[in-house]
Nanobody, 125 residues
Framework: QVQLVESGGGLVQAGGSLRLSCAAS????????MAWFRQAPGKEREIIAA????????YYTDSVKGRFTISRDNTKNTMYLQMNSLQPVDTAVYYC??????????????????WGQGTQVTVSS
């Protein structure tokens, strides 16, 4: 059973950057497709990016395309989210998630059943 721990959140000014990390343990990392979700106050949790277990297939929701980059390092059992040009609307708790996927090379957008505890990202104007 994989366990997930996010890090890298914080307070940043509009236009700034942050890199989130999600460290996985307790399972075979390459068995899992991974994703980043976020939940803003008063809103539902939404998927913003996903990556296949190979790292070769990715998905982005429209609002973050061109600003955020999802990646993974399977040698370090870690997934990343590079966030550039941050705006106040990006303020949310960011969660990493995993779902069993091997051998399918697909950036799934649903079916995630393992979650980290979340990390707060706050963007000031």
């Amino acid at each position: 059973q994989v366990q997930l721990v996010e890090s890298g959140g914080g307070l940043v000014q509009a236009g700034g950057s942050l890199r989130l990390s999600c460290a996985a343990s307790g399972g075979t990392f390459t068995n899992y497709a991974m994703a980043w979700f976020r939940q803003a106050p008063g809103k539902e949790r939404e998927i913003i990016a996903a990556v296949a277990w190979t790292g070769l297939s990715t998905y982005y929701t429209d609002s973050v395309k061109g600003r955020f980059t999802i990646s993974r390092d399977n040698t370090k059992n870690t997934m990343y989210l590079q966030m550039n040009s941050l705006q106040p609307v990006d303020t949310a708790v960011y969660y990493c998630a995993a779902r069993f996927a091997f051998p399918t090379n697909r950036a799934y957008t649903s079916g995630y059943d393992k979650w980290g505890q979340g990390t707060q990202v706050t963007v000031s104007s």
